[in-house]
């Protein structure tokens, strides 16, 4: 099955395939930039946030939007780790 440009499924595909290329890749490697959420409404209230209770943390090591990636390091040392 071959999708042609323009298609709204090939996009999705891409994102999807490059999510999981990157994810075996740096499936080891702790360098990103650390982001902490809560999904309760309080997303402004640095007490609550700040609190282990319900805070969620990720590290975000890219971002991928159509068929772009931009990598995401704290230091330039750490993005030449990552590229």
């Known amino acids: 099955m071959w999708y042609k440009q323009g298609c709204v499924l090939a ?3 891409f994102l999807i ?9 740096y499936n080891h490697c702790n360098i990103g930039v650390p982001l902490a959420f809560r999904t309760d409404r309080n997303l402004f209230d640095l007490c609550k946030l700040q609190s ?8 975000v090591r890219e971002l991928l939007f159509a068929d772009d990636c931009a990598l995401a390091a704290h230091t330039l040392h750490e993005a030449k780790h990552l590229l």
Do not use: G, N, R, Y
């Not at 395939?17 to 890749?25: K, P, R, S």
């Not at 282990?52 to 590290?59: D, F, G, H, R, W």
């Open 52 to 59: 282990e209770s319900k805070a969620i943390s990720t590290l």
């Open 11 to 13: 996009p999705l595909l």
């Open 17 to 25: 395939f490059f999510a999981m290329l990157l994810h075996v890749a």
